[in-house]
């Protein structure tokens, strides 16, 4: 884990740009949330908001694992990777936790402070681990998808399609860019069901209604579909890492 | 034993052709049944021109890649299944890869392996410092990797890969690139590491010779020679002498077969054992030299003629 902090402190200064970038993202969405919302009280605006600024925390600081596995085996370096006696999940898991937390130290605590200057209604201890525990799942659900994405390389080589695939289910179905109660209702009850509300719009939720009945539903389902996942990732691998090529030198 | 193959084969499909909507495909042989054994603390050189099958065979040996045919065993373990199990006992250095982070020092790989090798710390240290003074490394290994000339690398990566004291060191081309003087710094420390069995590819096979008790060639996947260097050594293969000289040759052409190089530079080839010594009274007595190779490199001689085999074959 030290390794990934390292790795991310080294690149400092890109995460002050990128602190940059997403300060200038939440004051365009500031903006434009108050023109759409704006004959609606300022309890659901500051809601709104305050949510978007949660799940742009959560997009920082999720891992991108999928990328570094494609580098890997772009690269070569698979192989390296291959003969260390720790498996590839658990040397992506740690090392992306690190480059993780070096990300929150630098551009988390601006966003985490920001929301609690805009969060609306009063924030509880109990509520405050609540939505830490699904963090967490969430994290590791995510992780688990990216590392799916991620082995699919073995085979294509390259998965900036795919990537970019994800990049829009999450859009439409993750909530991470709008709150999905102002989705139709078809969609809300398909990202119901799905993951990859559980990674991010779910947590806003819980965020905004903390509740031990929500806290034990979105644990569950996000336990469930970690576990499903790992046991996918694992299939998807053994097949992968059995067909690979790893040629010249 | 620490290695034992036996009718090891790995094919893969090549693209034959590709059309707009079809690919035709052929089977191509990487390794193709080879049936070997490696004992503890052998220093084994394997080489072959490129494409003989050598990294495949390593890879294969390693568990990283799946034979098509045959079976292999690392540590009388099948490496496929237990691929990390066995790594804790293996160290690898691949000149063409890396495993130390382009953004951190050395030592941060190095402690990454303390931890990801289970390495006590005063064991640890013992090495890291019995490695470093080997190596003459002390200097750079608080320094980003990126900021680190070739040869400071390749020392670096020598020290990550040996640090946990690995039984079995697999060397895929180590000294690629570098320079004459860390090129012979890293041969004197191989030739320390007696107590260690040795994997070691190289197109410098002067270094083979000098690193390795054995060597084993490849061509086109099918071992093709497997001796001990001593043997190797017995050889009666022929020698080359090159010269440079602004003399007329005309004093010793027609006693023999001289081939221009270049401008004012010869070469006398395929000259057998018993005839180098006149050879050289010979060049040296009639021309005035300014400057005389003896080439006597047995392997290379052996690998040339596996070259000209395979151009023979192709043609």
């Known amino acids: 884990m030290s390794m990934g902090f390292k790795k991310g402190f080294s690149s400092r200064y890109a995460l002050v740009f990128y602190l940059g970038s997403i300060l200038i993202s939440i004051t365009i969405q500031f903006f434009l949330w108050k023109a759409v919302l704006v004959n609606k009280p300022e309890v659901e605006f500051k809601q709104t908001i305050s949510y978007l600024v ?62 609690f200057l805009l969060v609306p209604h009063a924030v509880t201890v109990l509520s405050v681990l609540m939505v830490c525990v699904a963090i967490a799942l969430a994290y590791t659900l995510y992780f688990e998808i990216e590392l799916i994405l991620g082995t699919f390389a073995f085979y294509t080589y390259s998965i900036w399609g795919i990537a970019t695939f994800k990049s829009a289910i999450l859009l439409i179905l993750s909530g991470n860019i709008f709150p999905v109660e102002y989705y139709p209702s078809f969609i809300r009850s398909l990202s119901d069901i799905l993951p990859f509300q559980y990674s991010f719009g779910a947590v806003g939720l819980l965020s905004q209604n903390p509740s031990l009945d929500l806290f034990t539903k979105i644990v569950l389902i996000q336990l469930f579909y970690i576990v499903v996942f790992h046991f996918i990732y694992l299939g998807l691998f053994n097949r992968a890492v059995k067909s690979v090529v790893i040629q010249g030198g | 034993m620490i290695i034992e193959t036996n009718g090891l084969s790995k094919k893969y499909k090549k693209i034959k052709s590709k059309g707009l909507l079809k690919k035709e495909y052929i089977d191509y042989s990487a390794v193709n049944n080879i049936t070997l054994s490696i004992e503890k603390n052998e220093h084994i050189g394997l080489v072959g021109l490129n494409g003989s099958g050598k990294s495949t065979l390593i890879k294969m040996i390693l568990g990283i890649l799946q034979p098509t045919g045959g079976e292999v065993k690392t ?101 690629i690139g570098l320079d004459v003087v860390t090129k012979n710094s890293i041969v004197s420390f191989l030739k320390t590491l007696t107590d260690k069995t040795i994997i070691f590819t190289s197109h410098d096979l002067e270094e083979v010779e000098k690193v390795c008790s054995r060597v084993i060639i490849l061509n086109r996947g099918k071992l093709v020679l497997d001796k001990s260097i001593a043997e190797v050594e017995k050889l009666d293969t022929p020698t080359t002498i090159k010269f440079t000289t602004q003399d007329d040759l005309s004093k010793i052409q027609g006693k023999l077969e001289i081939r221009k190089v270049s401008d004012s530079s010869y070469e006398v080839a395929d000259i057998a054992s018993d005839e180098v010594k006149n050879t050289l009274s010979l060049i040296t007595g009639q021309l005035d030299i300014q400057h005389i190779e003896v080439k006597r490199s047995k392997l290379e001689y052996l690998l040339e003629q596996t070259a000209e085999r395979r151009d023979n074959f192709e043609s």
């Open chain 2, 75 to 175: 540590f009388d373990r099948d490496p496929v299944k237990f691929r990390q199990k066995n790594a804790m006992h293996i160290g690898i250095v691949f000149g063409q890869r890396s495993q130390l982070r382009w953004d951190l020092p050395p030592i941060d790989t190095f402690k990454l392996n303390r931890e990801i090798y289970r390495i006590p710390v005063d064991v640890y240290e013992e090495r890291l410092a019995r490695l470093t003074k080997l190596l003459d490394a002390a200097e750079f290994l608080y320094q980003p990797v990126r900021t680190l000339s070739l040869g400071q690398r390749m020392k670096a990566e020598f020290i990550a890969a040996l640090i946990h004291d690995p039984e079995l060191i697999i060397l895929d081309e180590p000294t």
């Open chain 1, 54 to 115: 949660l799940m742009q925390f959560l997009s920082m600081a999720f891992p991108k694992s999928s990328y570094e596995l494609n580098d890997e085996i772009k690269s070569g370096d698979m192989a390296l990777s291959l003969l260390k006696p720790i498996s590839l999940e658990n040397k992506f898991f740690w090392e992306g936790l690190g480059y993780s937390l070096a990300k929150v130290v630098v551009i988390g605590l601006v966003e985490i402070v920001i929301y």
